[in-house]
């Protein structure tokens, strides 16, 4: 009977089909239906407070320059001698005539900030801009920790462990009582939500086919641009500044649910040896995807890569390919984050009402995330990143025309705002292009060291609000455009990852790049383990 049964089983091996992780996806999804997308619409709340968090600063401590009156006799004097109240009733009005509050003048602003609360105007605008940098020293600081988070613990479990440190957090920012306890809340913040956010994107991709994945980093971009408006609206409905914190704190109320719920990546579990982990996730998604596909037949290749931090990082020096890459694409980011940010944080600047000025950039950056997807179709990652890096340095250039042709626009807001929904894209497309070109067991160190230079350049980014009080606008706009050809430049040596799989190892990383077809070698070496389903 035992050859008989050892027959029988061979058999069985005989009948199933070899596939990696990636042929498995592409034949599990290959459309889209009503499962899936009410599965993408609840694992996308978990970016939801992504926005709110990081752009809260510019409405919490926003200064209206033009909302205070004199009550001192001496300002009065001021006034009758300015060309005329509306000059005279502005940043220069203020700061220039070294003006005291409840002495001098008194904010007639219905709104209050902790800029405002705390003095930090005129010549202390600078403390309101160290509160912006130590968050995004704290977004720096978590996503170099992320490198190990990702790759020890897994995508979704870090997400879940960001999200539920941010949440009190969050609290504890709207009870500051001063600039010190903020800044402490802030760096907390900033250094979890990052690990949040890009844990959800990298758990995504990951379980993303080929065919979805473009598809669905509109997912993560429409909530980008949700969050916008519901910023916009919260601030725009209450009146201090305490209360649009604890506003974001409830969303992330809706953020915890989907990471407690969903299961980790399949490719993370595939590479930890974990096969059964990574079994159980793929039957979900073929039930939720309404696949014929039968995994009773199929033999999951994979290959195990168990590393810790400091293995992981002498790959780099044993493929010095791989190495070149992450070099580029981590300066890639850094120079397009420092573009991005500093449009994001002087959009008050640009246009006398914030909350036109940010509705503006909300709703073009909507309709651009929604074309990005057929563009990305249409030209693929690499190349849209080219065209939206040229259009940014272009319309740098065409900012610097002076021409006002109403009260609240210009020629300079409107440049401005095409060229910041440009570096949008071009950003958003590079962390798609990031993902897809990193080996899934370096995926979280390659993401986290991109990210945390990323995070570098929004540190630096928030001076440029300083830029435009002290000098020419031209300034800020000349350093976006050279910034933008110098990150067009490295952009250049990168391989293209349309259509293309997304590698497992270093070794496969290495295949892709000598493989002019794109496909993945389907040679097994003696490290390959066969999973049955």
């Known amino acids: 009977m035992a050859p008989k049964e050892d027959n029988q089983i061979l058999d069985m091996m005989a009948e199933k089909e070899r596939l990696s992780i990636e042929e498995v996806l592409d034949r599990v999804v290959t459309r889209l239906n009503l499962k899936l997308v009410f599965l993408l619409s609840f694992s996308s709340l978990t970016c939801l407070p992504w926005v709110l968090n990081v752009m809260s600063p510019s409405f919490a401590g926003d200064i209206r320059y033009n909302e205070w009156r004199c009550v001192s006799e001496e300002c009065f004097v001021l006034l009758r001698e300015a060309a005329s109240e509306e000059l005279f009733y502005s940043q220069e009005g203020l700061c220039g005539n070294d003006l005291v509050e409840n002495v001098d003048f008194i904010w007639t602003t219905s709104k209050t900030t902790y800029s405002v609360e705390w003095g930090l105007y005129c010549g202390r605008e600078a403390g309101s801009t160290v509160i912006t940098s130590v968050s995004l020293l704290g977004m720096f600081l978590g996503m170099l920790v992320s490198t190990a988070v990702y790759d020890q613990v897994g995508r979704k479990r870090g997400a879940f462990l960001g999200a ?26 900033g250094f979890c939500i990052v690990i949040q956010f890009m844990g959800y994107v990298c ?16 997912f993560v971009l429409f909530n980008w641009s949700s969050g916008y408006f519901m910023l916009i609206g919260l601030s725009y409905a209450v009146d201090v500044w305490r209360y649009i914190y604890y506003g974001i704190a409830g969303v992330y109320v809706l953020a915890l649910p989907p990471l407690i719920i969903l299961p980790e990546s399949p490719r993370f579990h595939l590479i930890k040896g974990k096969d059964r982990e990574a079994r159980k996730t793929l039957r979900l998604l073929s039930r939720v995807a309404g696949s014929n596909i039968t995994m009773d037949k199929v033999e999951l290749v994979h290959k195990t890569q168990v590393q810790n931090f400091f293995e992981q990082i002498k790959d780099f020096k044993s493929y010095p390919v791989m190495l070149k890459e992450t070099l580029t694409i981590m300066s890639s980011w850094f120079l397009l984050s420092l573009v991005m940010y500093g449009y994001f944080f002087t959009w008050g600047k640009l246009s006398s009402n914030i909350y036109i000025a940010y509705s503006v950039v909300a709703t073009s950056e909507l309709i651009l995330y929604i074309s990005t997807v057929p563009i990305v179709e249409r030209l693929g990652r690499k190349r849209t990143v080219i065209a939206f890096l040229i259009t940014a340095i272009v ?13 609240n626009w210009s020629v300079e807001l409107l440049a401005s ?19 897809e070109r990193s080996p899934t067991s370096h ?7 991109s990210n945390s230079v990323g995070r570098a350049g929004g540190i630096l980014s928030p001076q440029v609000n300083l830029l435009y009080g002290m000098g020419s606008r031209r300034v800020p706009l000349a350093l976006y455009a050279g910034i933008a ?3 067009l430049m490295g952009v250049l ?4 990852t349309t259509g293309k799989p997304i590698p497992e190892t270093p070794a496969q990383f290495m295949d892709l790049r ?5 496909k993945m070698s389907r040679r097994t070496s003696s490290e390959e383990i066969p999973s049955s389903f």
């Open 485 to 487: 050809l110098v990150a």
């Open 395 to 407: 319309c740098n250039f065409i900012a610097m025309i002076d021409f006002q042709f109403h009260s």
């Open 443 to 449: 995926s979280g160190m390659i993401l986290g060291l």
């Open 493 to 496: 040596y990168l391989p293209d």
């Open 514 to 518: 000598t493989e002019n077809d794109g």
């Open 417 to 435: 705002l095409v060229g910041s929904m440009a570096i949008c894209g071009a950003y958003n497309v590079m962390l798609l292009l990031t993902i």
């Open 203 to 218: 758990w995504l991709m990951e379980i993303s086919p080929k065919c979805l994945r473009n598809f669905n980093l509109l």
């Open 164 to 189: 539920l440190i941010t949440l009190p957090t969050t609290v504890a920012t709207a009870l500051a009582p001063n600039l010190e306890i903020m800044l402490v809340t802030r760096f907390i913040a």
